[in-house]
């Protein structure tokens, strides 16, 4: 297994500039979810997902914009990028079981200039 | 959601045991307890998980106090591998979202 894949790894934009980040996994995982991390602080929550076609907003979802289509994939869109978004950014996933344990992908770093 | 408290650093010698504390006095009975691991310049991964009994596997032990207000991560003996940033985190039953504090950062000491 590839486990959570996420491309790219490294993306500069410019203001306003769209985007859309990836995610995949090959586990057939329910959850997914998108956290970022800024410098020197711990993962925040922007927006989750409990199964295809069902998403939720977490704790920093403005901004961002996310679709579930299908169980491999949950990509995560910029809309108008702004330099407060500079930061990277993770996806994980998981099971959905009740104390199971989280998967992460390797991260994108993402600079808005 | 309940609040974990852990030191901001710590530092270990390599082949010598860690003990990472972490406090979490507001926990209520459906709180799990999850460490998870940074190394640098990746994402988190699993460690440990427990709800109220001590739990032991491949990479560490998870001592849990009798009130439950405060937990310790154990590695056995550490190695430069275990450099990372350790976070513990409270889980409500149900709930799969992760709030990450800032974490203890584990230096190792060759």
């Known amino acids: 297994n590839a486990g959570v894949t996420q491309t790219p790894k490294f993306q500069v934009l410019k203001t306003g500039q769209s985007m859309t980040l990836q995610c995949a996994q090959d586990?057939?995982?329910?959850?997914m979810s998108w956290y970022r991390q800024d410098p020197g602080m711990g993962l925040r929550l922007i927006h989750y997902s409990v199964g295809a076609g069902i998403t939720d907003q977490g704790e920093v979802p403005n901004g961002y914009n996310v679709s579930r289509s299908t169980t491999e994939d949950f990509p995560l869109r910029l809309l108008s990028a702004a330099p407060s978004q500079t930061s990277v950014y993770f996806c994980?996933?998981?099971?959905?079981?009740?104390?199971?344990?989280?998967?992460f992908g390797p991260g994108t770093r993402l600079t808005v200039l | 959601d309940a609040k974990t408290t852990q030191p901001n650093s710590m530092e270990s010698n390599e082949e010598e045991p860690v003990h990472l504390p972490c406090n979490h006095s507001t926990i209520s009975g459906t709180d799990y307890i999850h460490w998870y691991r940074q190394l640098p310049s990746q994402g988190p991964e699993y460690v440990i998980h427990g709800l109220t009994s001590n739990v032991n596997n491949r990479m560490a032990s998870l001592a849990i106090a009798e009130d439950r207000k405060s937990s310790t991560l154990i590695l056995h003996r550490a190695t430069l591998r275990d450099a990372a940033v350790y976070y513990c985190i409270l889980r409500p039953f149900g709930n799969e979202k992760l709030t990450f504090g800032t974490g203890t950062r584990l230096t190792i000491i060759p």
């Open positions: 586990m057939n995982h329910e959850y």
């Open positions: 994980a996933s998981s099971y959905g079981l009740v104390d199971g344990e989280q998967f």
